[in-house]
């Protein structure tokens, strides 16, 4: 067993100290204790002593309290018990129509948004009331508009509908010929809806007139946005807002209204979709250290495995019935912005001990999450979901970056608490040996620099704590497109 020396404890402490005035509450306590413990080991293996073995470091990491063995390999370990207990959470039935008029005046203004967003998040909707309370989740009606606002609203919709439509359907095949951007998203459209939930009731068989209407929004939905056009994914989004609505036009507005949440998972760049992978793994590392460490290990940390959940929310992992339910919870924004993460670490979750039990690597674990598709419980991952977000929301210590992912606010540490830091590293920088003036410092600094602005998410395009050279970077981008050639086929 190897123990701190004297040296190594003060430096252990005067980096510890440093954090704790300076880093938190940007970076999780945790990782604050891997980023010191690494920054001393490493640095005064070079400036006190010779570098020792890999059972040796486990060891060092083993003596210091929290912190659990280390399997060979693991390059991270975070102290856990950071978080408040994740509390249990109840759901409700799902609203009614009796329950709904509760929440509307005689003309039909809804009196507390809020409120029903909420009773929607806890149950959902009923589906003899799902039609009408889509059109003003996805914005296509306005909550304070009256009945007979709301049927003005639809008839002058209707007619920019067709109108648009219209525009489309006069280009002839010779103005086609030069027009090889719409050609293009044209052929693209027609593929895809063609094979576009063909099992369910209201899609399958022959010249079935609504896959006819699927094809027609999104083809007016690429003259209707043009700069964006039509990607793989769309028609997945769309049809079960054509199966709730039932109306072409209808459904055509209340897409618009979804893609002006989700546009950014069609960025050609795919920008939008790393953002989201980079954004569960902030809050995996947060809320389960263990299983970041072994996603790490195990190279896949990018969490690729999540693409198919993230970009078409769900819809390819649950059955019709779920995937309704799920988009009417996210939709209403509560209990935080971006709960659709919430859910798919939630379901890391449940498939934690799985994956770890059975040592799966990446490739192992795409084929499992593609494995559960259809076999989720949706009502248990909505609670397990929510019991995160209320347990993250009720702790100290939890990373500014993710905070803010959840809409929460940002914590500042006491003044008390700085004032006692401040102390206790004036008594410890007094520095007698001169053991912290040397090159030490500036070796272990620029160590804790790079790793905290990677913790705390200031630096999102960092995969490790070293640089990425550029092979690295083809490999990550050659598994990236794997992944996506899994999930999607």
Request: aromatic share 10%; charged share 25%.
């Amino acid at each position: 067993m190897i123990n701190l020396t004297g040296v190594e404890n003060k430096v252990f402490r005067y980096y510890a100290i440093y954090a704790r005035i300076y880093l938190l509450p940007r970076v999780a306590a945790c990782d604050i204790y891997v980023i010191c413990i690494i920054a001393v080991y490493n640095g005064v293996e070079g400036y006190v002593r010779e570098s020792e073995g890999e059972e040796d470091v486990a060891e060092l990491f083993h003596s210091l309290n929290g912190f659990e063995d280390l399997e060979p390999g693991y390059e991270l370990l975070t102290k856990k018990g950071m978080l408040a207990e994740r509390p249990s959470v109840d759901r409700l039935l799902p609203l009614t129509h009796d329950d709904f008029q509760q929440f509307v005046d005689d003309d039909g203004r809804v009196l507390d948004v809020d409120l029903l967003k909420q009773r929607i998040f806890k149950g959902g909707i009923h589906p003899n009331l799902r039609r009408e309370l889509w059109c003003f989740l996805l914005g296509h009606n306005h909550w304070n508009a009256t009945y007979i606002q709301r049927e003005e609203n639809k008839r002058e919709k209707e007619n920019l509908y067709f109108t648009m439509k219209q525009q489309w359907k006069t280009i002839t095949l010779d103005q086609e010929s030069r027009f090889c951007a719409f050609k293009e998203r044209k052929s693209l459209i027609e593929k895809d809806v063609s094979r576009t939930d063909r099992n369910h009731p209201f899609f399958e068989g022959e010249h079935n007139p609504n896959v006819v209407l699927l094809h027609d929004i999104l083809m007016t939905y690429v003259m209707y946005n043009f700069d964006l056009g039509y990607v793989q994914g769309m028609s997945d989004l769309l049809a079960p807002i054509l199966y709730v609505t039932q109306n072409e036009a209808t459904a055509f507005w209340c897409f618009v209204g979804y893609m002006d949440m989700v546009y950014r998972n069609f960025d050609m760049d795919q920008s939008g979709m790393k953002q989201q992978l980079m954004d569960v793994h902030q809050i995996v590392r947060v809320v389960d250290p263990e299983l970041m460490s072994y996603l790490e290990v195990r190279d896949s940390a990018n969490f690729y495995f999540c693409f198919r959940w993230l970009l078409v929310r769900f819809k390819r992992e649950l059955n019709y019935t779920s995937t309704l339910r799920l988009w009417e919870v996210i939709w209403t924004g509560h209990p935080c912005p971006n709960f659709h993460l919430l859910v798919a670490v939630a379901l890391l979750d449940t498939e934690k001990n799985t994956i770890m039990e059975n040592k799966f690597g990446f490739t192992e674990i795409l084929k499992h999450i593609n494995d559960i598709s259809l076999r989720i419980d949706l009502e248990s991952t909505l609670k397990k979901a929510e019991g995160i977000y209320l347990q993250i929301s009720k702790s100290n210590n939890v990373p500014d970056s993710v905070r803010k992912l959840l809409g929460l606010p940002i914590q500042e540490p006491s003044t008390s608490h700085k004032e006692e830091v401040v102390q206790e590293a004036q008594l410890l920088t007094s520095d007698e040996d001169g053991s912290l003036s040397g090159g030490l410092v500036g070796v272990v600094s620029s160590m804790i620099g790079s790793a905290v602005r990677h913790l705390s998410g200031d630096d999102l395009t960092t995969v490790s704590l070293e640089a990425v050279s550029s092979t690295e970077q083809e490999e990550a981008e050659k598994k990236f497109e794997t992944a996506l050639s899994h999930q999607f086929v």
